[in-house]
Nanobody, 124 residues
């Protein structure tokens, strides 16, 4: 079992920066690929970013590429999402997720454990 707890959400103005953090409990954290997803009201949950087990490779959705940076610290069992130049369309609940299977996935169904989510609201 893996438990995930996100933190760092809040209300900011467009153009500002915000950092999200996800703390994981349980062993073998470094064995898992991880991801950030987000879900806006009335919309489906969508991929934001993924990171491999070692942190050596990342993926970003086109909508956040160049603005968001995902990283992980396996010694501290944490992943972070640094969000810069935030836009109103970034407003959503952000979730971190763990994939315990081999390979990469960009869809919610490919992930096995989820945090409770943290709200990010960007005002114009």
């Amino acid at each position: 079992q893996v438990q995930l707890v996100e933190s760092g959400g809040g209300l900011v103005q467009a153009g500002a920066s915000l950092g999200l953090s996800c703390a994981a409990s349980g062993r073998s954290f470094s064995s898992y690929a991880m991801a950030w997803f987000r879900q806006a009201p009335g919309k489906e949950r969508e991929i934001v970013s993924t990171i491999t087990r070692t942190g050596g490779s990342t993926y970003y959705a086109d909508s956040v590429k160049g603005r968001f940076t995902m990283s992980r610290d396996n010694a501290k069992n944490t992943v972070t999402l640094q969000m810069n130049i935030l836009k109103p369309e970034d407003t959503a609940v952000y979730y971190c997720a763990v994939r315990s299977r081999i390979g990469v996935s960009y869809t919610p169904g490919g992930y096995d454990y989820w945090g409770q989510g943290t709200q990010v609201t960007v005002s114009s």
